[in-house]
């Protein structure tokens, strides 16, 4: 979490030193809903190897902190460079697998105790977007409509006591979209709506009294809408 955040600072100390030069920054709060769509989890354990299938994620909350610089800056960047932009996210999500009972392979059906859990994420994104209703006030748009991909990094924990297991943590890589639209209530002041998409392959390793070392594995597709204000200089 340290290294989280000591890259955070150094990208919004970058961006500042780049504001001076009339540059297109803005920071700002974000928070929404999160849920997961149904995934399948293969089990390797001691002499067992199994997949439970169609697993439920519980809908959950997502919040975190964006800081963003957008190419506008007629003085340092071409014309065609207003149309794009980068932004970092801090953020965490909610991953909690409720109690439930799935079907396990070969074809058995399984009652599972409930795993709460979540995502601290650092993603970075570049980001295309469209000035509309461009006028003196606002050079770059006042709507702006925008599409953003790049890498997620996220550092996940797991909470298996229900199982007599302690906590599972790992880290992962994966992908991470996001498409909204942002409207500027002033020139220095923006709210927006969007939907993010995060791709992750998953694997988590846990010691269960009496199994032995069990592996969890699969792939997340996590789902989120989330409302962010903005701050821009």
């Known amino acids: 979490m340290k290294k989280v955040l000591s890259i955070l600072a150094v ?42 299938y169609s697993t439920k994620i519980r809908t959950g909350f997502v919040t975190g902190l964006s800081v963003g610089y957008d190419f506008t800056d007629p003085n340092l960047f071409p014309d065609w460079a207003k149309y794009f932009g980068v932004q970092m996210d801090v953020g965490y999500n909610q991953m909690n697998f409720s109690a439930q009972t799935r079907t396990v392979s ?39 409509p925008y599409l953003g991909i790049g890498p997620t990094v996220q550092f996940a924990s797991l909470d298996f006591n229900n199982y007599g297991g302690s906590s599972s943590t790992n880290t992962r890589v994966g992908l991470v979209t996001e498409a909204g639209v942002r409207y500027m209530v002033t020139p220095a002041f923006s709210a927006g709506l969007a939907y993010r998409y995060n791709y992750l392959p998953s694997s988590h390793d846990v010691d269960i009294p009496g199994v032995g070392n069990v592996n969890l594995s699969g792939t997340q597709n996590v789902h989120q809408g989330i409302v962010r204000v903005a701050y821009h200089w």
């Open 11 to 52: 990208f919004v100390l970058t961006i500042g030193l780049a504001a001076s030069a009339n540059a297109g920054a803005w920071v700002g709060p974000y928070g929404g809903v999160s849920f997961g769509t149904s995934q399948d989890v293969k089990v390797n354990a001691p002499f067992v190897s199994n997949t439970i």
């Open 106 to 144: 070969p074809n058995r059906n399984v009652a599972f105790s409930n795993v709460d859990g979540g995502n601290t994420a650092l993603s970075f994104m570049l980001v295309g977007r469209l000035p509309l209703m461009v006028d003196k006030e606002y050079p770059n748009g006042r709507i702006q």
